[in-house]
């Protein structure tokens, strides 16, 4: 071999190399789930210094180092170690579809003249919640990689005609990106081949002052909403529009979560914190801000924008310690969640922004969660 071809040889070994060590993102196999699908996991990171860990199984967000004003990275998201605990455990950092939220009506509604009937665990139950047998948070997506300074991964799902007793099939495809500027953004579309409805969010769980280093008491949360929806004793919409001034969920102000999360307010009181539906300020389709949330230690602060219509705020509520990462127990109120979305159970609401789908009326919403560090 000449000495140009070992040279050249070189370099070509030296750039590939540099490639592998300077990529955007990666992938590494996560395990098999229990129906035997391959399932991976992907690091995307930016140029920030923001880096993600999602795997396809879920559209699940299992890790979110952010850099905190030590100069280190906090993993802000509640989760678990491995892909058993997901398809076995809750929803942390998944995405949730065909329909977040609630379906009440013993999980009906009415749609093109005739009523839908989804399908239930039992047949007493009364409210199908985040799409029931056809939920998104335990399927297998494809994924498909996009290397760079704003490193990105799309996901796409297809949910067959009559998954969950949904009308219409179903193709829905997630961009991740991780920005420039520390946000990971979120964009969702969804087509159907005949009229369904969607609701489409994720289900993460923030913890800025670090997953499993105790509950948020002490952060500082503001939310861009002057109305809300309140919801009964069962978490469905009472269908009425309420205005947060002179309520202790107006927090159109920054608000210290612990001043508000014991309140005896009864859309407080009755789920022992927060878990309610805010309407976003501004024009829906249009991405706005929507939520501001700090923690005094990490210093990390959190900007929610989206184009959704409304948000449910979820503090977390709940009654028994679960083991996360780690093996460290997650307690109450250790995360709080900002579920950009269309309003529960608006399928049986037809006063409420429609969630129906149709060919020639796609969906697509984007979410931008940006982090930043609070001066």
């Known amino acids: 071999m000449s000495v140009c071809a070992r040279f050249a040889g070189a370099l070509l070994l030296c750039a590939c190399l540099s490639a592998q060590a300077g990529a955007g993102i990666t992938r590494a196999d996560w395990g098999t789930t229990a129906r035997g699908e391959k399932v991976e996991i992907y690091t995307l990171t930016g140029a920030g210094g923001l880096e993600a860990r999602i795997s396809n199984f879920g559209g699940v967000i299992v890790t979110l180092n952010v850099p905190d004003r030590n100069g280190s990275k906090t993993d802000v998201m509640l989760g678990y170690d491995d892909l058993a605990s997901y398809e076995t455990g809750g929803v942390y950092g998944a995405v949730i579809g065909r329909y977040a939220n609630r379906i009440g009506s013993n999980g009906t509604f009415p749609l093109d003249g ?14 199908v919640i985040h799409g029931g047998t056809a939920g998104f948070q335990k399927k297998v997506w494809r994924a498909e990689m996009h290397d760079g300074a704003e490193p990105s991964l799309t996901l796409t799902v297809v949910s067959p005609d009559g998954d969950g007793g949904f009308p219409g099939a179903l193709t829905t495809t997630l961009v991740y990106t991780v920005t420039r500027d520390n946000a990971l953004t979120l964009e969702y579309r969804a087509v159907s081949d005949r009229p369904t409805v969607v609701n489409l969010t994720n289900h993460a769980y923030f913890a800025l002052q ?16 002057d109305r809300y929806t309140p919801s009964g004793p069962d978490n469905l919409p ?6 947060v001034a002179d309520t202790p969920l107006d ?11 014991d309140s005896r307010f009864d859309q407080i009181a009755l789920r022992r914190g927060l878990d309610i539906n805010m309407i976003v300020n501004g024009t829906p389709g249009v991405l706005r801000p929507a939520a501001r949330i ?6 990390i602060l959190m900007e929610v924008f989206t184009t959704q219509p409304g948000m449910q ?32 159970d608006s399928p049986n609401r037809p006063e409420f922004p429609s969630t129906v789908v149709t060919p020639s009326t796609p969906l697509h919403e984007v979410t931008v969660y940006r982090f930043s560090t609070a001066k």
């Not at 670090?210 to 503001?222: A, L, P, R, T, Y």
């Not at 700090?294 to 210093?299: A, E, K, Q, R, W």
């Not at 509520?317 to 969640?337: E, H, L």
């Open 114 to 127: 005739r009523t839908i009937h989804l399908e239930r665990g039992t047949p007493d139950q009364q409210i």
């Open 210 to 225: 670090g997953e499993g280093h105790g509950e948020v008491s002490d952060q500082v949360m503001q939310v861009f909403a």
């Open 238 to 243: 009472t269908g009425d529009i309420a205005l």
């Open 251 to 261: 927090f159109r102000t920054p608000v210290r979560l612990g001043d508000i999360l």
């Open 294 to 299: 700090s923690d005094p230690t990490t210093g």
């Open 313 to 344: 705020l979820y503090s977390d509520n709940v009654t028994r310690t679960v083991p996360g990462k780690g093996g460290r127990p997650y307690g109450n109120r250790y995360a709080m969640s900002f579920e950009t979305q269309h309003y529960p």
